[in-house]
């Protein structure tokens, strides 16, 4: 099991940017899929943004594609989640993710490892 702790929540207004960070530690041999998921209130949690593969490939939801980036520094155990043009509807608890199966990299039932969350809040 690989623990996931994340960083770099707050608030911004409207157009803002954040960065967010994931560093894992523990078993991280082998990660089949690294996520990023939102859960607004009231709302089912949602995946953001994904890297899969090797980190050969991405995935990035119709809502954040071409604003959001992730990426992975493997030397540092470390994923990030670029957010920029940020908007009110990005408002959530924002949570990483690891699988150690194969996986559908927006999926949240084939993930197995969840960070606690980092809170995002942005204001019009």
């Known amino acids: 099991q690989v623990q996931l702790v994340e960083s770099g929540g707050g608030s911004v207004q409207t157009g803002g940017s954040l960065r967010l960070s994931c560093a894992a530690s523990?078993?991280?041999?082998?990660?089949?899929?690294m996520g990023w998921f939102r859960q607004a209130p009231g709302k089912e949690r949602e995946g953001v943004a994904a890297?899969?593969?090797?980190?050969?490939?991405?995935y990035y939801s119709d809502s954040v594609k071409g604003r959001f980036t992730i990426s992975q520094d493997n030397a540092k155990n470390t994923l990030y989640l670029q957010m920029n043009s940020l908007k009110p509807e990005d408002t959530a608890m924002y949570y990483c993710?690891?699988?150690?199966?194969?996986?559908?990299?927006?999926?949240?039932?084939?993930?197995?490892?969840w960070g606690q969350g980092t809170q995002v809040t942005v204001s019009s």
């Open positions: 890297i899969y593969t090797g980190g050969v490939n991405t």
């Open positions: 523990g078993y991280t041999y082998r990660r089949y899929c």
């Open positions: 993710a690891a699988s150690s199966t194969p996986c559908s990299p927006r999926l949240v039932a084939t993930y197995n490892s």
